[in-house]
């Protein structure tokens, strides 16, 4: 069964740093393509990061140069470092993976971010 | 960004009716490769989403057959043939073909 665990989360202040995890099972992360995607409180839904099997990675504008995805073959765990968090990072982040790219089959239950001094 | 624009964002029902929300892109998605990268998700409050139909009408598995998906290019909708109490939540359609952007989601709540 597929599965994924999110962990991290957390109150940081603004400018600090943040990284979130993805244990998954069932299944090897270098088979899937692994996505981080957010949900601010009562809004909807925005893609943050991807890593393809090859291990090519993208960002949204509004993260690039602040998060960092990578994967770790051995924990078969995605990561996501988030540096430089403000206000607007606050959400839940959810761990999402999918056979195909830029789509997300499965789901973890997510890990809550808040960013506030 | 490609953006997705969903229609109505509420959307009361009467169980066992029908009910159709609207998802419309900003750009065409049909791809190079000969799919359509659309897909629709439901969320219900405080669960994680859930996707109900991909490439435009490909039901996941699991997902009750009154849950239907079609359209083509910018326009696409979501059909549920008989609402039940469990649709209850918000769906949000999602377009893959470019960066991955999401619709501003479409609130299905009973009458």
């Known amino acids: 069964e597929v599965q994924m665990v999110e962990s991290g989360g957390g109150l940081v202040q603004p400018g600090g740093s943040l990284r979130l995890s993805c244990a998954a099972s069932?299944?090897?992360?270098?088979?899937?393509?692994m996505n981080w995607v957010r949900q601010a409180p009562g809004k909807g839904l925005e893609w943050v990061s991807i890593?393809?099997?090859?291990?090519?990675?993208y960002y949204a504008e509004s993260v690039k140069g602040r998060f960092t995805i990578s994967r770790d073959n051995s924990k078969n765990t995605v990561y996501l470092q988030m540096d430089l968090l403000r206000s607007d990072d606050t959400a839940v982040y959810y761990c999402?993976?999918?056979?195909?790219?830029?789509?997300?089959?499965?789901w973890g239950r997510g890990t809550r971010v808040t960013v506030s001094s | 960004d490609v953006v997705m624009t969903q229609f109505p964002l509420s959307l009361p029902v009467t169980l066992g009716q029908p009910a159709s929300i609207s998802c419309r892109s900003s750009?065409?998605?049909?791809?190079?490769?000969?799919?359509?990268?659309l897909h629709w998700f439901h969320q219900r409050p405080g669960q994680s989403p859930r996707r109900l139909i991909y490439?435009?009408?490909k039901r996941d598995s699991g997902v009750p057959d009154r849950f239907s998906g079609s359209g083509s290019g910018t326009d696409f909708t979501l059909k549920i043939s008989r609402v039940e109490a469990e649709d209850v939540g918000t769906y949000y359609c999602l377009q893959g073909t470019y960066w991955p952007t999401f619709g501003q989601g479409t609130k299905v709540e009973i009458k």
């Open positions: 890593i393809y099997l090859g291990g090519d990675t």
């Open positions: 750009r065409n998605l049909a791809h190079s490769d000969g799919n359509t990268y």
């Open positions: 999402a993976s999918d056979g195909d790219p830029n789509n997300a089959g499965y």
């Open positions: 490439k435009v009408s």
């Open positions: 069932g299944f090897l992360v270098t088979n899937m393509y």
